[in-house]
């Protein structure tokens, strides 16, 4: 079934959406589904095809997810193994991922999905797991003013009320900080993942309230004046630019074209600028 929005909503933000999988050595590549207890609760969730068993690797297996036979990455392995087991806060050899938060849910274990039967995150769907579902088939968050919205292809699989979300959280221990963890109401959560720290942020931003969706009224005469040149600029078929007011203050604008490139499908284009309309430099949680 496709979704449309309802009459009087908007669509905020739409990104490609999975499970999160572990970047720890003990866990990489791997995830769990929880209940509060930390009880295994993959045999429960109807309707789900088989998926690869969850284990945490001990030290052999951890020395083996990285060492790839040279001396220099098994001293990498077993640095990053400390950096594990202390936190993140010594070596760190995965490009962009944040420092530890969570050892028990991180590094011991590694659940996506935390719930008791009942609970709402129960009910998210299979096709999250990128272990499960069919090669190609993609998966897409959509957010709205009223809802939260799982898509799979153009079918939708999974919706909840705004109201039903109790809080977003960007996940540091990531590869580019990409993971969220997605709350609920009754206390189960859920860990996600966009793939891109700038898509997290804003969706993350969004849900919370720390970035928003201007109109183009709210702009400076300076900043209508910057869209409106911005805009003229773009080709035929582009998409209209969407303005988002940044935690800083600042403001972006950014527009999706057709790729220019060959196999390149889409590309963005825009910029990020002060109340003046001149160009700017994002602050630290802007993007």
């Known amino acids: 079934m496709a979704w449309h929005p309802e009459p009087g909503e908007t669509e905020l933000a739409g990104y490609p959406v999975s499970f999160a999988t572990g970047t720890a050595a003990s866990v990489e590549g ?5 209940d509060r207890r930390r009880n295994d609760i993959e045999p429960e969730l109807p309707d789900w095809p088989a998926g690869p068993a969850f284990a945490v690797r001990g030290l052999p297996g951890k020395a083996g ?16 193994i400390v950096s594990d087991l202390l936190g993140g806060s010594t070596v760190n050899p995965e490009p962009g991922r944040g420092k530890l938060e969570e050892r028990e849910n991180e590094v011991d ?4 999905m935390w719930a008791d039967a009942g609970d709402t ?31 799979g292809a153009s079918d939708l699989l999974w919706e909840c009320s705004r109201d039903d979300i109790a809080g977003a959280e960007v996940r540091q221990f990531s590869i580019g900080r990409s993971d969220f963890r997605l709350r ?3 206390g189960s959560w859920v860990r996600l993942t966009t793939g891109l720290s700038s898509r997290t942020t804003e969706l993350v931003g969004l849900l919370t309230g720390s970035h928003r969706r201007l109109p183009e009224s709210e702009l400076s005469a300076e900043q209508q004046k910057r869209v409106a ?35 390149v499908v889409s590309e963005s284009r825009g910029f990020v600028m002060d109340e003046s309309g001149r160009d700017a430099t994002p602050r630290p949680g802007d993007m």
């Open 30 to 34: 791997r995830r769990s589904f929880r």
């Open 65 to 80: 997810v990285h060492a790839g036979g040279a001396v220099s990455g098994v001293f990498a392995v077993v640095g990053g």
């Open 109 to 112: 274990d590694f659940p996506v």
């Open 121 to 151: 995150a129960r009910a998210l769907p299979w096709q999250l797991d990128p272990s499960r579902r069919p090669r190609g088939y993609d998966t897409r968050i959509v957010l709205t003013t009223r809802r939260v919205l799982l898509l």
């Open 184 to 186: 609920f109401q009754d």
């Open 229 to 263: 040149d911005f805009t003229a600029a773009l080709p035929a078929d582009a998409e209209p630019p969407v303005l988002t007011a940044l935690p800083s203050g600042l403001v972006k604008v950014q527009s999706t074209a057709p790729g220019t490139t060959p196999g």
